[in-house]
């Protein structure tokens, strides 16, 4: 039985590159075009690699790997058990780390592992009677969509105040100031999704 870790041949290159790829991609919410313009390698090459259609030379994975945060091993590995295990992650709620404001009325939970800069994150966010949670701007590109699960909030952006009900949503620009405010009698649950853009790496 061969070695999952052996050099693979000629051919299989560029399905090995294809797998790695696009699952390294798509695992950090990159599109084609924004990982052509991060890399510095085109659109169209990126297409061929994940199509199998062509096998980079050194320079042009060295350039990609730099922009997925990865080693060039990552793109090449022939190993097909640990792609499997990678391409799926257990958070669970007992283990998380739990941040807390210094009130200690507003607390978050990471859904997304913390290992390596990712350009989407996946957050719970619990605020008790009356709290606030104070925003400060984020780099320009930044988007901020919340989900309201439970109670009522008030969201600021930019000066102007957003009242959300349960299940209601809003998506704004974080580049400026923001807030999310507890208006309810009770506990507010959100989730809140950040899409970094590209200067906030």
Request: no cysteine; glycine share 6%; charged share 25%.
């Amino acid at each position: 039985m061969a070695n999952d870790l052996e050099p693979a041949d000629d051919e299989a290159i560029p399905l090995i590159l294809d797998r790695n790829l696009r699952r390294l991609r798509t695992r950090q919410g990159l599109s084609l075009e924004r990982l052509a313009r991060v890399s510095g390698v085109s659109r169209a090459m990126l297409g061929q690699i994940e199509l199998g259609r062509s096998a980079p030379t050194i320079t042009l994975l060295w350039k990609i790997a730099r922009a997925l945060d990865v080693s060039i091993a990552a793109l090449t590995s022939t190993s097909t058990s640990t792609s499997a295990q990678d391409s799926v992650v257990v958070l669970r709620q007992a283990q998380a780390k739990i941040l807390s404001t210094a009130d200690g009325l507003v607390l978050t939970r990471p859904l997304f592992p913390g290992d390596g800069d990712r350009r989407v994150e996946f957050r719970e966010m619990l605020l008790h009677p009356q709290a606030t949670e104070d925003r400060t701007p984020h780099p320009a590109g930044t988007v901020e969509h919340l989900v309201v699960a439970m109670g009522r909030v008030e969201v600021t952006v930019g000066g102007a105040r957003h009242r959300l009900e349960r299940r209601d949503a809003i998506l704004f620009d974080a580049d400026v100031p923001h807030a999310v405010r507890n208006v309810g009698d009770g506990d507010a649950l959100l989730y809140l999704v950040l899409s970094h853009g590209e200067s906030d790496r």
